[in-house]
């Protein structure tokens, strides 16, 4: 079976550090810009496609969550950086699709790469690279392209459900880690419930043959992509906890605890399913291997009853004039019963032994 290979995006290579080259797939036609400003008593909620509409927020004592979609469009993040005054490797890591997920802390702000992880349109699972950026009274967070998974974070911002709205940037912060650490179980049950179907219909042979060892390969790669996708953010978050830094209020801290709670949950449950996909292989050359086992049985033992019947015609085919039997009127009746006897006699002897 032919594998196809796939050309990958890497790092452009002889630029200065801090330089900024997207690399990923998800280009947008334009910059889209979400702004919500919240506190506990107001909101508001503007869409655009300016990012110049997010710089009119500062010290109103409220907080800011600013999402851009659309990392291709460079100009347009180089100058919501210039705003808020983001390191040039802070805007290298926004636009590198391949950074893997991390932590960094700056003078005034801390910077998170991450994952994303969700399904979409027939079940297509979507990776996106999401940066974060947290500050004293504001959040900016980079996707891709449209689509996410805080649909519901924004409804609890907007209805003031739950406490969010009392809290600071630090607490949305965890709000949006959250909501996409628990989008990681639905993807990770969703490929558990492929390897246990999968699984089933290879133990009761219901499985394509010809088709099964890609599926098996697909699930494998899949899992394995996942698994690089996630295990990182449990140093990130564990990170976090640990941080000493004035954007986290100490009463966010037990919030990034039980979300540090999750994450290992979360890699555990990818842990086992990576071994249950690598033994989906041994399982079915297992199962086509006691097939193969069984067919060769019924062969070996039609061949082992009729080796003393061929041997028997053996004998009395060979043309000599004085052999016995040769010149009696019912030897040929009689050979035949003999031959006859001796297959039924070892037809049961093999039936008793349980060989048939």
Do not use: C
């Not at 290298?92 to 790469?113: A, C, G, W």
């Not at 140093?235 to 540090?260: A, Q």
């Amino acid at each position: 079976m032919k594998v196809k290979t796939k050309k990958r995006a890497y790092k452009a290579s002889n630029l200065p550090p801090g330089t900024m080259a997207y690399r990923g797939k998800k280009a947008a036609l334009k910059t889209v810009v979400d702004i919500i400003n919240y506190s506990n008593a107001a909101f508001k909620k503007i869409d655009s496609n300016n990012v110049e509409d997010g710089f009119n927020f500062e010290g109103n004592k409220q907080v800011t969550w600013i999402n851009i979609n659309g990392l291709n469009n460079l100009k347009d993040i180089e100058k919501l950086g210039e705003h808020y005054n983001l390191h040039p490797l802070t805007l290298e890591d926004i636009v590198n699709t391949s950074q893997r997920p991390k932590l960094e802390e700056f003078q005034n702000y801390i910077f998170i790469v991450f994952k994303m992880l969700y399904f979409k349109d027939n079940d297509i699972l979507q990776y996106e690279h999401l940066s974060m950026v947290v500050g004293k009274d504001y959040v900016l967070t980079f996707q891709e392209a449209d689509g996410d998974i805080f649909d519901d974070l924004r409804e609890r911002i907007e209805t003031a459900k739950g406490r969010i709205r009392s809290q600071g940037a630090d607490y949305l912060m965890y709000a949006i880690l959250d909501a996409v650490v628990d989008n990681y179980f639905s993807v990770i049950e969703a490929v558990g419930d492929k390897i246990e179907d999968l699984e089933a219909n290879i133990f009761e042979s219901k499985a394509d043959n010809t088709n099964t060892p890609s599926q098996i390969q697909y699930l494998k790669q899949e899992v394995l992509k996942i698994r690089r996708s996630i295990f990182p953010l449990r140093e990130v978050i564990n990170k976090l906890e640990k941080l000493d830094n004035t954007i986290i209020d100490e009463k966010s801290l037990s919030y990034i605890r039980d979300l540090y709670d999750h994450i290992i949950q979360v890699n555990e449950s990818i842990d086992l399913y990576r071994e249950m996909v690598w033994s989906l292989m041994d399982m079915y050359m297992t199962i086509i291997s006691n097939k193969m086992n069984e067919v060769m049985k019924v062969l070996t033992i039609i061949a082992t009853i009729f080796i003393p019947l061929t041997f028997i015609a053996g004998i009395y085919g060979m043309n000599f004039t004085n052999m016995p039997e040769l010149q009696s009127q019912n030897g040929y009746y009689i050979l035949l019963a003999v031959m006859f006897v001796l297959f039924i006699f070892m037809l049961i002897y093999f039936r008793k032994k349980k060989w048939l």
